[in-house]
């Protein structure tokens, strides 16, 4: 009997560490480092920037999307104090528009202006949706409206908790002119070494052995 009860106890545990390597949530702050003529970048140790600063052509990974400097009315707008290229997505450049980074991320983080309802950003693993943030959800994580105020800029700092956040491409979309946002930075995430797995297998395994063992005893 007790054999069964330390087997459960243990069993337990381990299921409580796979729920917590695959339930679902986020952090979300804003907060950035001003830079003279970019806004803000990421204040994230570690986190490697893309400004759009080397031309007007897309970087590698990008796919839709535009990259502009200063502001045509009705088109796109530049952040506040941004004075620099910057990446824009809406109906006057192809949307929705993604990056994706070649590995599994788990922070992201961007400056962005004018938030308005009608721009998103999704993140995704392969073809799998991870999470959604709708325009009103982001600018609330602001502490600002979301009616596309152009004197609003802010930094947006996206974490995700655990493996199952874990994503390697972020999709933005506008349904109207536009979504502008630029110094985008990514960190990428700490996957747990296979030896990690390897123990925990061994573990069950014995546990296995240890409860076959004593109804075998007990025959």
Not at 30 to 37: A, F
Not at 93 to 110: E, K, N, R
Not at 188 to 206: C, H, K, R, S
């Amino acid at each position: 009997m007790k054999t069964k009860k330390l087997y459960i106890v243990a069993m337990t545990g381990l299921v409580a560490m796979f729920v917590a390597t695959s339930a679902s949530a986020f952090i979300v702050n804003i907060g950035g480092t001003p830079l003279v003529n970019e806004g803000q970048v990421s204040s994230v140790a570690g986190a490697v920037t893309t400004d759009f600063n080397a031309s007007l052509v897309l970087p590698a990974g990008y796919v839709g999307g535009g990259v502009k400097n200063g502001s045509i009315s009705g088109q796109w707008a530049s952040p506040p104090l941004d004075t620099s290229n910057y990446f824009t997505v809406g109906p006057s450049t192809s949307t929705p528009a993604s990056v994706t980074f070649g590995f599994l991320a788990s922070y992201f983080g961007y400056y962005g202006g004018s938030p308005d309802t009608y721009n998103s950003i999704s993140l995704f693993n392969g073809d799998a949706l991870v999470k959604t943030f709708t325009g009103t959800e982001l600018a609330g994580f602001a502490g600002v409206p979301p009616n596309g105020n152009q004197s609003v800029g802010r930094y947006w700092n996206i974490f995700s908790e655990n493996s199952g956040e874990f994503f390697d491409t972020v999709q933005f979309t506008s349904i109207n002119n536009a979504f502008e946002t630029d110094n985008h930075a990514v960190l990428a995430a700490a996957v747990p070494e296979p030896e990690t797995y390897g123990m925990m297998l061994v573990g069950i395994g014995m546990m296995g052995f240890m409860v076959r063992r004593r109804k075998n005893n007990e025959v």
